[in-house]
């Protein structure tokens, strides 16, 4: 075992930096294709909710559609097929927003999920007082989904920091991609790859651990808001 963990004070000094600035492009790929997908499935949802027929049937479709396909299908056509069209990202973009459009098949659902717990009296008392829609979604049913959707959109914030390490067969230069590289250049893949495996678990388990409080709040919110009534 000593000697197992001497290989990381040996060689950190020529790993540290790379795998500290893979770490970062890690985490910023996860905050940017989580606010792709959030953005992307309120949409969906909302779409999905909507009285129009083939707004409904387009936003299903999608929404299908993106549960159904692997996400590596989509950065593959992000990255590789959309080039004969002339249409080409750099492995960062077409990262983030296959992740993001993936993503926001599932959060689609955990917001229409959320927005259809909340009673439609509410929307109906609301609208009979004269509020619009658009103002009775953002003050009254919004604030109050929230309870219900932000735990599992904190879950959603793990997923995609895991499948991040998908985004190294596109060459996006995150921590599994550096990981790989240097493995092949020392030749000691055991300790790299459970490296990265380590930093995977302490980047995801503070977010684990907020979801969880966060759930028991909620929980401790709705049982005294029913014990008022």
Known sequence: MKDFLGVYLENWADWGPQIYAA?????????????????????????????VRLSRALCTGYIEVARGVPALAILFLLYFGLVPLGIVFDAFTASAIGL???????????????IEAIHKGQREAALSVGMT?????RHIILPQAMRI?????????????KDTSICSLISTEELMLRSKDLAMMSFLPMHL??????????LAWPISMLTRRV???????????????
Do not use: H
Request: proline content about 5%.
């Open 133 to 137: 829609p658009m103002k009775t979604f």
């Open 149 to 161: 959707i932000l735990p599992p959109l904190l879950n959603m914030v793990i997923i995609l920091l």
């Open 100 to 114: 993001g459009m993936s993503a926001a098949g599932y959060i689609a659902e955990v917001f229409r999920s959320g």
């Open 193 to 202: 790859f459970l490296l990265a495996g380590v930093i995977y678990f302490f």
């Open 23 to 51: 770490i970062w492009v890690t985490l910023e790929l996860t905050v940017v294709s989580f606010c792709i997908a959030v953005v992307l499935g309120m949409l969906l949802a909302l779409g999905k909710l909507s009285p």
């Open 215 to 229: 759930d028991l709040m909620m929980q401790r919110g709705r049982r005294q808001t029913f014990s008022v009534r």
